[in-house]
């Protein structure tokens, strides 16, 4: 019997020993093609000898030191090298171990940033419905999916929620792409007038919608409507990039495409490559100097920030990424899985919506593609298409809940940025029998 505190306590998982590229091995020596890079975090699949040399070297220099008494040379070279490719007016990085931490300490910065400028009035933060943000309290509060907040609502701050910009759930049947994004901005001005701008501290959105809604990008235009109305009224925009960012999309930062920059930026998942935990806040110059000019420090903190074996990692796989021009290799196997995914489900009576971006991409399920109604909640139809593809030697990361954190079930997609044209037909041919199999 484990003693692990599993995530299903009923379940018995396979036990993993090895990683080959784009492949776990249990130890059974099973190999199960990882479709979904875990949750969006291997973007260079697993056993990657220049990452893996890269945490050895610095354990045999300095495994850990603490940010009370030190910087260290892989904070300082990763911190730059993340400034230089960031979006203008990006200044300084604050690093810790995850999303959910980058999260957190950025939704305090940017409370902080208003003390510190003289209006302490500003208290609220609004986000967008079906997002996820984390699970730390602050992360979970501003995330608008209702499964995932439900049991702790009672202890959670109040955050408000909008529509997200998901034209597949969200648009009109007669309305235009400029239409919708419309009325998404005049429905964000009603808000600020109905609460009073002077109360909001931040929007907070993911570029493109992970794991609540399926790989869902937000139309042209959009955030930089959003971003004319919030700087009009003195508001920061935290573009939460922990699952899109990092080149999953196919630029560094998922925001380059919406041709927006942000206040702030919180990035993780493939920041590390799952080689080490690791994420990270980037911080807008303003902000920066409203502190360093104030209070002088950012009252929080944790204990493994900055950690320099996980700093080593991550600079170790941005490296590699760029040396290895894997950013447009993203683009265009992004573009090769999309039309294998349209070949295959492009008809299927049950795949209402094909969707993402770069290797980042969704399929939502329904019940009928006409009406868009989704299955019945009580069969778990992503469980069920998880535990097909898993017998089959597949890892994808099907949810629940999509449309409004009860019904409605999708599959998402993020595959090593190293995966390969073969690879590619494996993971269609055995997504398809998997969802066959679950619609039995």
């Known amino acids: 019997m484990s003693h692990v505190f599993h995530r299903h306590l009923g379940h018995a998982y396979p036990t993993a020993v090895g990683g080959e590229g784009c492949y776990v091995i249990d130890r059974d020596g099973r190999r199960y093609l990882d479709a979904s890079g875990g949750a969006a975090v291997s973007c260079l699949g697993h056993g990657h000898p220049a990452i893996t040399a890269a945490v050895k070297d610095q354990l045999d220099r300095l495994a850990y030191a603490h940010t009370g008494f030190f910087t260290s040379e892989p904070a300082e070279a990763l911190a730059d090298r993340l400034i230089a490719r960031a979006p203008e007016g990006m200044d300084r990085v604050y690093l810790v171990s995850g999303g959910s931490e980058a999260v957190e300490a950025a939704l305090k910065m940017a409370r902080q940033y208003f003390l510190e400028v ?236 094909i969707r993402g971006r770069g290797l980042f991409l969704g399929l939502e399920l329904v019940r009928d593609r006409e009406t868009k109604v989704p299955f019945d909640p009580a069969l778990a139809l992503h469980a069920r298409i998880k535990r097909a593809a898993m017998a089959r030697g597949l890892m994808c990361y099907p949810m629940g809940g999509t449309i409004d954190g009860r019904n409605g079930d999708h599959v998402l997609l993020a595959p090593p940025f190293i995966i390969e044209d073969a690879e590619l037909d494996e993971l269609v041919g055995k997504l398809k029998a998997a969802i066959e199999v679950a619609l039995v």
Not at 150 to 177: K, N, S, V, W
Not at 242 to 249: A, E, L, N, S
Not at 313 to 319: I, K, S, T
């Open 118 to 353: 003289g209006q302490p009035g500003r208290r609220r933060f609004v986000a967008r419905r079906q997002s996820y943000h984390g699970n730390t309290l602050g992360a979970l509060a501003v995330g608008g999916n209702r499964w995932r907040r439900a049991q702790f609502e009672p202890i959670l701050m109040d955050a408000d929620h909008l529509t997200p910009c998901h034209p597949y759930r969200e648009r009109g049947p007669d309305e235009g792409d400029d239409a919708f994004v419309g009325r998404l901005v005049a429905e964000l001005e009603t808000y600020l007038e109905r609460v009073g701008p002077e109360t909001v501290i931040a929007f907070v959105a993911e570029p493109v919608v992970g794991a609540t809604l399926g790989a869902v990008p937000a139309l042209p235009g959009y955030f930089a409507r959003v971003k004319e109305v919030l700087d009009r009224h003195g508001i920061l925009l935290l573009l939460d990039e922990v699952m899109c960012g990092m080149g999953r999309t196919g630029t560094l930062f998922a925001c380059e495409a919406d041709g927006v920059a942000p206040d702030l930026i919180t990035v993780a998942k493939g920041l590390g490559g799952g080689y080490q935990p690791i994420g990270a806040v980037l911080v807008h110059r303003k902000i920066v100097a409203a502190i360093r000019d104030g209070s002088g420090f950012f009252q929080h903190g944790h204990t493994y920030m900055a950690h320099p074996t996980a700093c080593a990692a991550g600079l170790a796989v941005q490296e590699t990424i760029e040396r290895d021009g894997l950013l447009p290799r993203v683009r265009a196997k992004g573009a090769a899985l999309q039309e294998r995914l349209q070949a295959a489900f492009g008809d299927h009576p049950n795949v209402g919506d």
